[in-house]
């Protein structure tokens, strides 16, 4: 069975400190991989999206790592600000069609605290 | 500009009755999702269409019923609602099926009582 988890489930960090969330998966064959952030009373928005070729994604402070060989993959923030206080959901897609037998993990529940 | 809008963004209903969720996209997408978002926070897919046809139905009861007027809009039916059927619903659309990056609308909170 595909499975995405992620860890830890729940984060609370200073504000200005760097935190990395973690998202193991056993999705095969593997496609892609991606990190939504999710606010409070919204939909998820996208931050970075991988294929199986891609070690390493920059958007902003936020930094994704993808290790296809241990099915790994982090989601580095650098710097935090309270609005980065939000659930992180790691996506795994086993194939190239988008939109088919998409994989969400459970998420991360980030708090920053001033 | 809203991207992906949803209506409504709240929804309370008793046991048996039938609702609908409208959902409407003004990025001139080709395919349009209705995910559920469970207690736990997971996401699930329940449909996806492609240019208004269903591509897949992820096992979900027939009293869930997707039905897309033309490519702009995919609204979710549900007949005979239950307990279990409390969650958010998500809208979300994709330039193709094989663009990878989703736009999701803000959601729908059902509770049925």
């Not at chain 1, 999710?38 to 994604?57: A, W, Y």
């Not at chain 2, 702009?72 to 330039?95: K, M, P, R, T, W």
């Amino acid at each position: 069975k595909n499975q995405v988890e992620q860890s830890p489930q729940s984060l609370i960090i200073l504000e200005g400190k760097n935190c990395t969330l973690q998202c193991n998966y056993t999705v095969s064959p593997f496609s892609n991989l991606r990190w939504y952030k999710q606010d409070t009373g919204r939909g998820p928005v996208s931050l970075t999206i991988m294929t199986f070729s891609e070690n390493t994604k920059s958007n902003g402070r936020y930094t994704a790592t993808l290790d296809a060989d241990t099915k790994q993959s982090s989601l580095h923030i650098t710097a935090s600000q309270l609005s980065d206080s939000a659930s992180y959901i790691c996506v795994v897609s086993p194939n190239n069609n988008a939109g088919n037998m998409l994989t969400f993990g459970g998420g991360t529940r980030l708090m920053v605290k001033p | 500009d809203t991207a992906v809008s949803q209506t409504p963004k709240y929804l309370v209903t008793q046991m048996g009755n039938d609702k609908s969720i409208k959902c409407e996209q003004n990025l001139g997408h080709d395919t349009m999702y209705w995910y559920k978002q469970d207690s736990k926070k997971f996401l699930k897919i329940m449909f996806s269409y492609n240019n208004k046809e269903l591509i897949i139905n992820e096992t979900v009861p027939n009293r869930f019923s997707p039905k897309s007027p033309d490519k702009a809009h995919l609204n979710l039916h549900i007949n005979s609602l239950e307990l279990g059927d409390s969650a958010v619903y998500f809208c979300a659309s994709s330039q193709d099926l094989t663009e990878k990056t989703q736009y999701f609308g803000p959601g729908t909170r059902l509770l049925v009582l």
